[in-house]
């Protein structure tokens, strides 16, 4: 079985950083895609940032230059190092990935997420 948990959220000033931590465990094989969504409280929850199997990122246009999405293969982790962060970044952050059991089945999984709070 297949689990996501992710570490590093907490309380900081605007203009500070945090950086975030998805581990993966159980049996997994290959791991395509990690993300970084988020959701604010009476919002939906949006993408933030996409690292696929070949490297390519996708970033949410609100952290543009500010957030750096990264993954260690090896040792089945993401990472998300959020700089000169501002009130609006504050929400619940989820690590989310899709990741293969075997070469032939995937699906996808969501971690429990982690409160990211910024003050102004």
């Known amino acids: 079985q297949v689990q996501l948990v992710e570490s590093g959220g907490g309380l900081v000033q605007a203009g500070g950083s945090l950086s975030l931590s998805c581990a993966a465990s159980?049996?997994?094989?290959?791991?395509?895609?990690m993300s970084w969504y988020r959701q604010a409280p009476g919002k939906q929850r949006e993408l933030v940032a996409r690292i696929t199997g070949g490297g390519i990122l996708n970033y949410a246009d609100s952290v543009k230059g500010r957030f750096t999405i990264s993954r260690d293969n090896a040792k089945n982790t993401g990472h998300l190092q959020m700089n000169s962060l501002k009130p609006e970044d504050t929400a619940v952050y989820y690590c989310y990935a899709i990741i293969r059991t075997t070469s032939t089945e995937v699906r996808d999984y969501w971690g429990q997420g982690t409160q990211v709070t910024v003050s102004s």
């Open positions: 159980g049996s997994i094989f290959s791991i395509d895609q």
